[in-house]
């Protein structure tokens, strides 16, 4: 399994991979050898040492120390050999060095391959082990090095929505925008909006763009520089971001005002429905309605957690922001272009949380049995379509179910039939 | 700020009011599995103007009544009755008014217990003395509804959880005190003058209850 340096990096990353992590299975294998090796060096020194007293025939002691030893000599050989493959393949012995010169900050040695890409299963490793500013490093490192292998590897395939208009500035990637609004028959987000304003009385939806939503949220405290892609912390503002999360940045130059500037995409919705809750939506990619994270808070909750995928302080809002995920990413499998429209009209069911009692039990206040707490009804169902419906169907019965209050179902955590 | 509502302990006809109560509330608390977190204290004080000539007329309020807050140390709050206003200022108030000695502390009344955490509630549980002579006036309980910051949108879930926390208790029950804001020009939406006013509500009626 000798291949020349030239041949490994003219191969796709995972035959490369595949090559290294054989090399490593060699290798462990060589040193298991040494170690059984020891053993038998062990065993035949003890012999030896109890056939000393008795020299018999035609076999001596040394004979058998004598095998032994060529045995182990000859796993180490091997393993050395082995070894020197894996250097040569660049697992090993070089990257340590190359690595800790560009980027000291005492971490685990990622295998590196030749043109600096980071071979994925060492990052998803670091990945989950990294503070927000080194993730956002990697990703940036990782997101690049994807973009240039599928490039290398996959010429045929057109440019991915979904990498490309986060990753590049839009200024760069004109094809991108075209790409974007190309279907006449997906939705555009204004006309959602319009619709759910109208439909929704008491129901605030703001539009944000993305870097706008971080200035705005870190407000004094901390300063995301976009052109440096640095987040700066001053001693006292707390942000806190779900691990694994890489910070997405518009790569506009400047920072943007809160209001909406005609080149950048909305990317942040804030709902709210006043005295209740506020939801942060982050929509991927910006400028359409697909909805990709929700998070839901308390009206009067301040501090740089609050983001699309961040955690709110109060234990009723950390329920509501799971059940909205789970029905999220419900919505999301059904029918993607209407999720957010089904999306916003169940967060709109919520209106009354504190005042409507549950179906089941005529109270508003129930204890939730696995955390010993008191929860309001906060189950609410939401616009599964299931295969007997046709859609027609469900849409008589969206309107009929937001015009009443009475008729809105809502049930606590224990009270909720099994199917919700 | 997430809404406070106050509860005084009434006892049922022929028991009385004692310490035993108030150690019975915080066993009764901590068996939900609450967290203890810190002691707090409340003070009330009565201010009457210090009128040195008799004879002038008095055109200034003729009671103020302060309320000072361990958690929010560097204010003060007087609520005026007659004028229904509810005025905070800062704490340096109290040494100012007694330098000039224009108006005087006549009466104190002080509440103080334990604070525990319930999930997203917030209970406060202690006891009312007279300060001077520290003889026991009323048991109390506040209970702090973290989510919510609206008047209207907390009575339910408050009530509902003094409901389930109260059953089975027998000898008494604990009574909200409904106060009516908008007649101190307060809003629905929750913030420290609507505590100051609650505080200083029940140091009236525990001072009442005595006279009669």
């Not at chain 1, 990052?123 to 940036?140: L, N, P, V």
């Not at chain 1, 004094?220 to 987040?231: I, K």
């Not at chain 1, 943007?256 to 080149?263: E, F, I, K, V």
């Not at chain 2, 009575?155 to 909200?176: H, N, T």
């Given at each position: 399994m000798a291949m020349s340096i030239s041949q490994e990096s003219e191969l796709a990353p995972p035959v490369r991979l595949a090559n290294a992590l054989e090399g490593l299975g060699r290798a462990v294998r060589h040193i298991a050898d040494v170690r059984a090796g020891a053993d038998l060096l062990l065993e035949a020194l003890d012999a030896a040492a109890s056939m000393r007293g008795r020299e018999t025939g035609n076999k001596k002691a040394s004979d058998g120390i004598q095998k032994v030893a060529d045995f182990m000599k000859k796993a180490l050989d091997e393993l050395q050999s082995t070894g020197r493959e894996l250097e040569a393949a660049g697992v090993l012995h070089g990257a340590q060095q190359r690595f800790e010169e560009n980027q000291p900050w005492n971490l685990q040695v990622p295998l590196v391959?030749?043109?600096?890409?980071?071979?994925p299963y060492a990052w998803k490793r670091q990945i989950a082990g990294q503070a927000a500013a080194s993730a956002f490093d990697r990703a940036r490192l990782a997101l690049k090095a994807f973009a240039e292998q599928k490039r290398r590897f996959f010429p045929g395939l057109g440019p991915d929505v979904v990498t490309e208009s986060n990753s590049n500035p839009p200024s760069e990637t004109p094809k991108t925008d075209g790409s974007n609004q190309a279907a006449t028959s997906s939705p555009v987000l204004s006309d959602v909006l319009r619709r759910i304003q109208s439909e929704m009385p008491g129901m605030v939806v703001t539009q944000y763009a993305r870097l706008a939503w971080m200035n705005n949220r870190l407000g004094s405290n901390s300063r995301f520089d976009s052109s440096t892609g640095v987040l700066s912390l001053s001693a006292n503002s707390s942000l806190s971001l779900r691990k694994g999360m890489a910070l997405t940045s518009q790569l506009a130059g400047g920072e943007a005002p809160p209001s909406l500037r005609s080149s950048e995409k909305v990317a942040v919705l804030e709902v709210t429905i006043p005295g209740i809750l506020r939801a942060i939506i982050s929509l991927l990619?910006?400028?359409?309605?697909?909805?990709d994270a929700i998070a839901v808070f308390s009206p009067d909750e301040r501090g740089g957690?609050?983001?699309?995928w961040g955690v709110s302080q109060h234990k009723l809002h950390q329920q509501l922001s799971e059940r909205a995920v789970m029905v999220l990413y419900q919505l999301l499998q059904q029918d993607r272009s209407s999720t957010l429209e089904l999306l916003l009209q169940w967060l709109y069911s919520y209106r009354l949380l504190f005042t409507k009692q549950c179906i089941e039990c005529k109270h508003v206040m129930a204890y939730d049995a696995p955390s010993g707490l008191l929860f309001p009804p906060l189950v609410r169902p939401a616009r599964i379509l299931s295969a007997a419906q046709n859609s027609k169907e469900s849409q008589n019965k969206k309107t009929d179910e937001t015009n009443?209050?009475?008729?809105v179902l809502a049930y606590h955590l224990g009270c909720a039939p099994k199917d919700l | 700020m997430p809404v406070k509502w106050l509860f005084y302990w009434q006892p049922n006809v022929g028991s009385q009011v004692s310490s035993q109560t108030l150690n019975d509330v915080f066993k009764r608390i901590d068996s939900l599995h609450a967290t203890k977190s810190t002691r707090w204290q409340i003070t009330a004080s009565q201010y009457r103007p210090n009128v040195r000539d008799q004879a002038l007329p008095v055109d200034c309020a003729r009671e103020l009544l302060g309320v000072t807050f361990t958690e929010a140390p560097d204010k003060i709050f007087f609520v005026l009755r007659q004028e229904h206003m509810v005025v905070e200022a800062d704490a340096t108030m109290q040494a100012i008014m007694e330098r000039l000695q224009v108006y005087r502390n006549r009466l104190t009344v002080l509440f103080e217990g334990f604070q525990y955490e319930l999930g997203d509630f917030r209970v406060k549980a202690g006891r009312a003395v007279l300060a001077p002579v520290e003889n026991l006036r009323g048991i109390i309980m506040e209970v702090e509804?973290?989510?919510?910051?609206s008047l209207e949108q907390s009575r339910a879930a408050v009530l509902e959880f003094m409901e389930l926390w109260q059953e089975g208790v027998i000898l008494g029950q604990f009574v909200p005190l409904e106060l009516n804001f908008t007649d101190f020009s307060l809003s629905d939406h929750y913030c420290w003058q609507h505590t100051a006013l609650q505080y200083v509500s029940l140091m009236a009626f525990f001072l009442s209850q005595q006279r009669t």
């Amino acid at each position: 399994m000798a291949m020349s340096i030239s041949q490994e990096s003219e191969l796709a990353p995972p035959v490369r991979l595949a090559n290294a992590l054989e090399g490593l299975g060699r290798a462990v294998r060589h040193i298991a050898d040494v170690r059984a090796g020891a053993d038998l060096l062990l065993e035949a020194l003890d012999a030896a040492a109890s056939m000393r007293g008795r020299e018999t025939g035609n076999k001596k002691a040394s004979d058998g120390i004598q095998k032994v030893a060529d045995f182990m000599k000859k796993a180490l050989d091997e393993l050395q050999s082995t070894g020197r493959e894996l250097e040569a393949a660049g697992v090993l012995h070089g990257a340590q060095q190359r690595f800790e010169e560009n980027q000291p900050w005492n971490l685990q040695v990622p295998l590196v391959s030749h043109d600096g890409a980071l071979v994925p299963y060492a990052w998803k490793r670091q990945i989950a082990g990294q503070a927000a500013a080194s993730a956002f490093d990697r990703a940036r490192l990782a997101l690049k090095a994807f973009a240039e292998q599928k490039r290398r590897f996959f010429p045929g395939l057109g440019p991915d929505v979904v990498t490309e208009s986060n990753s590049n500035p839009p200024s760069e990637t004109p094809k991108t925008d075209g790409s974007n609004q190309a279907a006449t028959s997906s939705p555009v987000l204004s006309d959602v909006l319009r619709r759910i304003q109208s439909e929704m009385p008491g129901m605030v939806v703001t539009q944000y763009a993305r870097l706008a939503w971080m200035n705005n949220r870190l407000g004094s405290n901390s300063r995301f520089d976009s052109s440096t892609g640095v987040l700066s912390l001053s001693a006292n503002s707390s942000l806190s971001l779900r691990k694994g999360m890489a910070l997405t940045s518009q790569l506009a130059g400047g920072e943007a005002p809160p209001s909406l500037r005609s080149s950048e995409k909305v990317a942040v919705l804030e709902v709210t429905i006043p005295g209740i809750l506020r939801a942060i939506i982050s929509l991927l990619p910006p400028g359409s309605v697909y909805p990709d994270a929700i998070a839901v808070f308390s009206p009067d909750e301040r501090g740089g957690h609050i983001q699309a995928w961040g955690v709110s302080q109060h234990k009723l809002h950390q329920q509501l922001s799971e059940r909205a995920v789970m029905v999220l990413y419900q919505l999301l499998q059904q029918d993607r272009s209407s999720t957010l429209e089904l999306l916003l009209q169940w967060l709109y069911s919520y209106r009354l949380l504190f005042t409507k009692q549950c179906i089941e039990c005529k109270h508003v206040m129930a204890y939730d049995a696995p955390s010993g707490l008191l929860f309001p009804p906060l189950v609410r169902p939401a616009r599964i379509l299931s295969a007997a419906q046709n859609s027609k169907e469900s849409q008589n019965k969206k309107t009929d179910e937001t015009n009443a209050d009475n008729e809105v179902l809502a049930y606590h955590l224990g009270c909720a039939p099994k199917d919700l | 700020m997430p809404v406070k509502w106050l509860f005084y302990w009434q006892p049922n006809v022929g028991s009385q009011v004692s310490s035993q109560t108030l150690n019975d509330v915080f066993k009764r608390i901590d068996s939900l599995h609450a967290t203890k977190s810190t002691r707090w204290q409340i003070t009330a004080s009565q201010y009457r103007p210090n009128v040195r000539d008799q004879a002038l007329p008095v055109d200034c309020a003729r009671e103020l009544l302060g309320v000072t807050f361990t958690e929010a140390p560097d204010k003060i709050f007087f609520v005026l009755r007659q004028e229904h206003m509810v005025v905070e200022a800062d704490a340096t108030m109290q040494a100012i008014m007694e330098r000039l000695q224009v108006y005087r502390n006549r009466l104190t009344v002080l509440f103080e217990g334990f604070q525990y955490e319930l999930g997203d509630f917030r209970v406060k549980a202690g006891r009312a003395v007279l300060a001077p002579v520290e003889n026991l006036r009323g048991i109390i309980m506040e209970v702090e509804y973290m989510p919510v910051s609206s008047l209207e949108q907390s009575r339910a879930a408050v009530l509902e959880f003094m409901e389930l926390w109260q059953e089975g208790v027998i000898l008494g029950q604990f009574v909200p005190l409904e106060l009516n804001f908008t007649d101190f020009s307060l809003s629905d939406h929750y913030c420290w003058q609507h505590t100051a006013l609650q505080y200083v509500s029940l140091m009236a009626f525990f001072l009442s209850q005595q006279r009669t």
